[in-house]
């Protein structure tokens, strides 16, 4: 796996960027999570029809995603990376029943951590309320929510148990508001429980510098005001 030409040439990127940025600036990884790598390799049809028709097949396959993601994780550790996030919307409500959560890809999850050897984030798109709970007991160091999820409600199922992150729109909001309402809505989003402010999915291709600047400064401008009480 980590000789094939896109994974070496990604080890490589993490090689360059660690040694161009300070130490202040942490270096995030991304790779597919275990159910969105099951889901690639057989198609969304297959994968969505056999959590029922062929169970004992879409464990296996999620097995194997799981020992691609942990052997891919290292590697990226070993050359720099300070956190990997695995994005596996795969595995949210919007796809899969809760209960599949549990019985196909909780203990997977768990297994991962186990084995990894740094920080992991896991982002799930879509309303991933109803696998919070057990979720945040994965092992997982940080859950990436997006802006479907409330934040309140969130942050009184996870509690202290891991960082939640999330969740300003980055359409409605990083893409298509002003920057001083890019800041106001930023500014709620930590008070409401927030660890880690972040886009609630990908940024949109023609996001604005200056709506990141704000998007940023509002994180700063929160906690200095907040240091002033």
Same mark, same amino acid.
């Given at each position: 796996?980590?000789?094939?030409?896109?994974?070496?040439?990604?080890?490589?990127?993490?090689?360059?960027?660690?040694?161009?940025?300070?130490?202040?600036?942490?270096?995030?990884?991304?790779?597919?999570?275990?159910?969105?790598?099951?889901?690639?390799?057989?198609?969304?049809?297959?994968?969505?029809?056999?959590?029922?028709?062929?169970?004992?097949?879409?464990?296996?396959?999620?097995?194997?995603?799981?020992?691609?993601?942990?052997?891919?994780?290292?590697?990226?550790?070993?050359?720099?990376?300070?956190?990997?996030?695995?994005?596996?919307?795969?595995?949210?409500?919007?796809?899969?029943?809760?209960?599949?959560?549990?019985?196909?890809?909780?203990?997977?999850?768990?297994?991962?951590?186990?084995?990894?050897?740094?920080?992991?984030?896991?982002?799930?798109?879509? #309303?991933?309320? !109803? &696998? %919070?709970? $057990?979720?945040?007991?994965?092992?997982?160091?940080?859950?990436?929510?997006?802006? +479907?999820?409330?934040?309140?409600?969130?942050?009184?199922?996870?509690?202290?148990?891991?960082?939640?992150?999330?969740?300003?729109?980055?359409?409605?909001?990083?893409?298509?508001?002003?920057?001083?309402?890019?800041?106001?809505?930023?500014?709620?989003?930590?008070? #409401?429980?927030? !660890? &880690? %402010?972040? $886009?609630?999915?990908?940024?949109?291709?023609?996001?604005?510098?200056?709506?990141? +600047?704000?998007?940023?400064?509002?994180?700063?401008?929160?906690?200095?005001?907040?240091?002033?009480?």
């Amino acid at each position: 796996l980590l000789e094939r030409e896109r994974v070496a040439t990604l080890l490589k990127t993490t090689d360059i960027v660690k040694e161009r940025v300070s130490d202040d600036i942490p270096i995030v990884a991304g790779m597919l999570g275990p159910a969105a790598l099951a889901m690639s390799l057989v198609g969304a049809r297959n994968y969505l029809m056999w959590f029922i028709s062929e169970p004992d097949t879409i464990k296996e396959l999620i097995t194997i995603g799981t020992d691609i993601c942990i052997e891919y994780s290292n590697a990226l550790f070993e050359h720099g990376a300070d956190v990997v996030c695995l994005p596996d919307s795969e595995a949210g409500p919007d796809l899969i029943p809760p209960e599949f959560f549990e019985t196909m890809i909780l203990d997977e999850y768990k297994r991962l951590n186990q084995k990894v050897h740094g920080k992991t984030i896991a982002h799930i798109c879509g #309303d991933a309320s !109803d &696998i %919070l709970e $057990p979720l945040s007991t994965s092992g997982f160091d940080g859950i990436s929510i997006e802006e +479907k999820v409330d934040v309140g409600y969130a942050k009184s199922i996870i509690g202290n148990k891991t960082c939640l992150i999330g969740n300003i729109s980055p359409v409605e909001t990083l893409l298509g508001m002003p920057p001083e309402q890019v800041k106001e809505e930023a500014k709620a989003c930590i008070n #409401d429980g927030i !660890d &880690i %402010l972040a $886009p609630g999915c990908g940024l949109a291709p023609h996001t604005s510098l200056k709506n990141l +600047k704000a998007f940023v400064d509002a994180r700063d401008e929160y906690y200095l005001e907040k240091s002033k009480l």
